[in-house]
């Protein structure tokens, strides 16, 4: 052990809380009346989301992908995979698109292009993190919780191998080996 916490505070709870309740109500205004499918990409957006959907004040439907990206733990490669495909039809539906964080942005334009072929009437990105600096790729990312210019966090349903989703806030990993 070192003396040394291996985690500095990023965003506490309190702020998390506040900023998802502003987007919820963002969210809110843009869809009133829509019935929005909310699509959570697992397993990094199981906190965000269900804070999300309790705070927006309209009919929706909850559903999730999760996709596979080949690389090391912490970066992703470009070759994405579907592992669990959306259960609802989304022809003809408003989609957001719900994610812990956006990094080259591979992932989320490769999800995109994804779910344009199978017609919805919309699809629109909403997530926590934005590392717009990082970015290899251009997606457009409609809804932004907090832009952070890098480093890798944990917390909030963000993982290092699969550690430290569970915790409250939003923490930048600061040990050797921790990513970009
Ligand atoms: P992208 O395809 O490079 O945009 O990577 C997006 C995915 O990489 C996210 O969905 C996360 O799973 C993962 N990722 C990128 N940066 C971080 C981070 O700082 N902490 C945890 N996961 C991250
Ligand atoms: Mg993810």
């Known amino acids: 052990m070192t003396d040394k916490p ?4 990023v965003f506490s709870p309190e702020t998390i809380q506040r900023r998802v309740r502003e987007l919820a109500e963002q969210i809110s205004a843009d869809f009133a009346g829509q019935e929005p499918i909310m699509l959570g990409v697992l397993k990094g957006c199981f906190i965000f989301l269900s804070d999300l959907v309790r705070q927006v004040d309209f009919p929706l439907e909850v559903d999730f992908v999760r996709l596979a990206s080949y690389g090391s733990s912490d970066t992703s490669s470009g070759r994405v995979q579907m ?28 999800l995109v292009e994804y779910l344009q072929s199978m017609g919805p009437s ?23 919780g907090f832009k952070v210019p890098g480093g890798f966090l944990v917390g909030y349903g963000l993982d290092f191998d ?11 990993l600061t040990h050797q080996g921790a990513g970009k």
């Open 162 to 172: 699969e550690q430290y989703r569970f915790l409250p806030g939003i923490y930048e």
């Open 6 to 9: 291996p985690i500095k505070v």
């Open 83 to 110: 592992v669990k495909a959306p259960e609802l039809p989304i022809k003809g539906r408003p989609v957001v698109v719900v994610e812990d964080i956006i990094d080259t942005g591979v992932t989320l334009k490769w």
């Open 122 to 144: 919309s699809v629109h990105l909403c997530v926590l993190v934005d590392k717009a600096e990082r970015r290899e790729v251009e997606v457009e990312v409609d809804y932004v």
